[in-house]
């Protein structure tokens, strides 16, 4: 792999993960299932109709990934080179060692990112516990907002009354923390994009990271968003913009997908072990989009499973990518926006990206020019849970 396929940390300045040039950068894992959580954010690609009630969440707690082979897990990644470990879910802090598995990231020499809801740390002295652990803490977006007090916005998107305050306490508490640095993530779906500058705003103004991004499809390949690519932009363009007034070292020097200010090199440079409940929870992914499993972690070693021929496809992306997005002049900065929206709107993570406003409408969606109309050649060819959906091949969405 050529270094191109790294961006550096100042061609980015807004990156919180995946900043330096190595090949194993993140290594995320779902240490509870993606179904164990509060909310039902309409973002979440795992969400279900129904929340989950208070008696099954602690009931689900022995689908959890065990301390043991989550800290096996983490160690391997660390031999293997890797610099960062995401905690996931579902609610990760639902894990009941999840503090246990914080230090153990720290012990390693790594940086753990801990993406959460934030609703554990709206307790007192909860965030307290992970002083000293350097932690990167992503929560959700909060929206101040103005009129009668209420908070409609962040309640309605969460599914939860009353979310929006107890997001507040937990920011509150967290920034507070000297070693701590908070993000806050907002899905421009359809309720949040008007908010979206806002919020932006908001978060300069309080030196908190602002990470604001595409909403991609759920896991069975409905869209989470009716907002167009060419709204994306126009929204990207008022940040930068804001930016070079206000913060000039902040500002992005390129306008692309998936996020403001930040590339996704994750299937190029990191692996997501998954969690699918069931006593499933070593299968190795590329990114929490993909079909693609590359590898058991229950069977097999992390050093085995990475050099899987079918992640060749993913890590030699600068190889296998077709379309508009091998073209595009901004390739070697932004690496093809999303591969998870590449792969759940064509069946490939070879596809160029459905969501970039710099391919035109009327060919964003049209297989035959985004997507490979063959397989041939390709590692992933016969792999299970590999399919081009215009092959009327639906068989990795399950």
Do not use: W
Not at 32 to 49: D, I, S
Not at 115 to 129: C, H, L, M, P, V
């Amino acid at each position: 792999m050529t270094e191109s396929s790294f961006y550096p940390s100042s061609a980015s300045p807004n990156a919180f993960r995946e900043k330096e040039h190595t090949g194993n950068q993140c290594f995320g894992i779902e240490i509870v299932p993606g179904t164990r959580c509060q909310l039902q954010c309409e973002a979440c690609y795992k969400r279900t109709r129904e929340r989950i009630s208070v008696a099954c969440q602690r009931e689900n707690a022995q689908e959890d990934t065990p301390l043991a082979d989550a800290t096996d897990y983490i160690s391997q990644a660390q031999e293997a080179g890797f610099r960062e470990v995401a905690l996931l879910g579902g609610e990760p802090t639902l894990h009941r060692d999840v503090f246990h598995i914080i230090r153990h990231i720290r012990d390693k020499n790594m940086t753990p990112i801990l993406a959460t809801n934030g609703i554990r740390f709206a307790k007192d002295g909860e965030a307290e516990k992970l002083e000293g652990t350097a932690t990167t803490i992503v929560t959700h977006a909060y929206i101040p907002e103005n009129g009668n007090g209420e908070h409609r916005s962040i309640d309605a998107y969460s599914g939860r009354k009353g979310y929006a305050e107890i997001l507040k306490r937990a920011i509150d508490n967290l920034a507070r923390l000297k070693d701590v640095t908070l993000v806050l993530e907002m899905p421009l779906v359809d309720s949040l994009y008007p908010h979206a500058f806002e919020f932006f705003r908001y978060c300069r103004e309080r030196q908190v990271v602002p990470f604001i991004e595409i909403s991609r499809s759920n896991d069975r390949g409905q869209p989470t968003s009716s907002v167009t690519p060419e709204q994306i932009r126009q929204l990207f363009e008022r940040f930068q913009a804001f930016d070079a007034a206000h913060f000039p070292e902040k500002a992005a020097q390129h306008i692309h997908p998936p996020a403001y200010g930040n590339p996704c090199t994750m299937p190029i440079t990191g692996v997501h072990v998954k969690n699918f409940g069931s006593g499933d929870y070593g299968g190795v992914y590329s990114c929490c989009a993909q079909h693609l499993r590359h590898g058991d972690l229950k069977e097999q070693s992390l050093e085995e499973i990475l050099k899987s021929p079918t992640l060749a496809v993913y890590r030699d992306q600068d190889t296998y990518i077709v379309g508009p997005c091998r073209d595009c002049e901004l390739y070697d900065t932004c690496k093809g926006g999303c591969r998870g929206e590449a792969v759940l709107r064509f069946g490939c993570p070879r596809a160029s990206s459905p969501a970039c406003h710099r391919i035109p409408p009327e060919v964003r969606n049209d297989p035959t020019i985004m997507a490979p109309q063959s397989c041939e050649g390709c590692p992933a060819e016969h792999a299970e849970g590999c399919s081009l959906l215009h092959r009327k091949n639906d068989a990795a969405f399950h």
